[in-house]
């Protein structure tokens, strides 16, 4: 009787859990060229590089590379916390360009990149003692719209850029413009 019961009770919630998990915002955040008042805009510094280290810190990074290459990536502090990082993320660009997307060559089997529409996607990287990554290419110049949950939770605090020279660590805004300062 309890068995069915608990399962009776579940299969209730189930339904009412998907709707809450169920963000339409982390699906497809709509991409808006213009600067809206909640989502700030940052400059990310062309041809930088950040260093990670895998099982030792959280946290989601992001470079920009001369072209048009932005890497987003991401790393886990499982070596102190025994825990694994879901990260989600959304990237986008203007919707009337189209951006490609790739493995950075870190990727197992439970991370992914969905295609959301031309100019955005939807990237899911499960980290632990590694790096999970991507190459995200649009056209030269072009802003990046970062929108992203960590363990189903926003937090502005674990995302890294390099801007003025200086590594920037936590976002002041979520979702997150970020433009080269170079093409």
Known sequence: ??????????????PLA???TSNDSYDAYPY?????NNV??????TDQTLVANPGDGAGLFV????????HVFSACDTNKSDYVCHWVVVASIDPTLSMEATDDGTLEKVDTITRIDDGAVRLEFVSDVDLDGAFLTVPEGERLRLNWLLDD????????????????????????DLEPTSP
């Open 1 to 14: 009787m309890k068995r069915r019961l608990l399962w009776g009770t579940l299969g209730a919630l189930v």
């Open 18 to 20: 998907a709707g809450c």
């Open 32 to 36: 808006d060229p213009g600067p809206p």
């Open 40 to 45: 700030l805009r940052m400059d990310i510094d």
């Open 63 to 70: 470079e920009y590379a001369a072209g048009g290459e932005y």
């Open 153 to 176: 939770v926003p937090n502005s605090t674990m995302v890294s850029w390099s801007s003025g020279g200086a590594i920037q660590t936590g976002a002041p805004s979520d979702p997150l």
